[in-house]
């Protein structure tokens, strides 16, 4: 299974500022996704990070407040921006792998405060 | 949409016991694949073990095992002899084998305690 490092692995911020968290792959991979997990949550699919376009949202999610960058696919960041403290959440990177893709592995998380 | 339903929001278990956590999931295919993920205190998203649907078998890896039933769409994991480090949230999740886009649906999650 791919390694996957995420960073930073947890923040403090303040409203109005936005944070970028980093994921990096050991391997190329195709499929890389974004996901939230708000407190005592499920997770929740932000967005599909694609490389050498834009990312595809899911419903909910929109690119001024979420950015996705996928330069390669080895890399992807995530950035929230003019947070509040909704946004309050860990936020985890991860990739489809096997055959189908049909295995998802994730990076250790993000937990982010926002105050 | 594909739900994923867990109706155990906590359980525990005495240690070296064995406790099964309840899946349960609504469907109209017939090709998909079921996960449990642990996701310990460290946030990290753990793959325990993996069902594809058409398989009758049940999957097994050491002491985590399914009991999976399609027809009454459920997907239970037994853990045998229970040990302090399965203290974590189980998730439970459907990928659908058709779909080549990412669809996980994860289930809310069932927070186990393994008492010593």
């Known amino acids: 299974s791919a390694v996957i490092s995420q960073k930073p692995s947890r923040d403090i911020c303040q409203r109005g500022t936005s944070l970028t968290i980093q994921c990096q792959v050991d391997?190329?991979?195709?499929?890389m996704f974004w996901y939230r997990q708000q407190p005592g949550q499920s997770l929740t699919l932000i967005a599909t990070?694609?490389?050498?376009?834009?990312?595809?949202?899911e419903s909910g999610f929109v690119i001024d407040k979420f950015p996705i960058s996928r330069p390669n696919l080895t890399f992807s960041t995530l950035t929230v921006s003019n947070m509040s403290p909704e946004d309050s959440s860990i936020y985890l990177c991860?990739?489809?792998?096997?055959?189908?893709?049909?295995?998802?592995?994730f990076g250790s998380g993000t937990q982010l405060s926002v105050l | 949409a594909q739900t994923v339903t867990q109706s155990q929001p906590e359980m525990s278990v005495q240690e070296a016991e064995t406790v099964t956590l309840s899946c349960t999931y609504d469907?109209?295919?017939?090709?998909?694949?079921l996960f449990w993920y642990k996701q310990p205190p460290s946030r990290q998203m753990i793959l325990v073990i993996r069902?594809?649907?058409?398989?009758?078998q049940n999957a097994t890896e050491n002491r985590f095992s399914v009991n999976f039933q399609k027809a009454a769409k459920s997907f239970s994991l037994k853990i045998s002899d229970s040990q302090l480090g399965d203290a974590a949230m189980y998730f439970c999740?459907?990928?659908?084998?058709?779909?080549?886009?990412?669809?996980?649906?994860f289930g809310t999650g069932t927070s186990l305690t393994v008492i010593p």
């Open positions: 999740a459907y990928r659908s084998l058709l779909n080549t886009g990412n669809q996980f649906y």
């Open positions: 469907t109209s295919e017939s090709d998909y694949y």
């Open positions: 991860s990739v489809a792998q096997g055959p189908a893709n049909e295995k998802l592995f």
């Open positions: 391997s190329q991979v195709t499929m």
């Open positions: 990070a694609n490389q050498g376009s834009e990312a595809t949202y």
């Open positions: 069902q594809e649907a058409y398989k009758q």
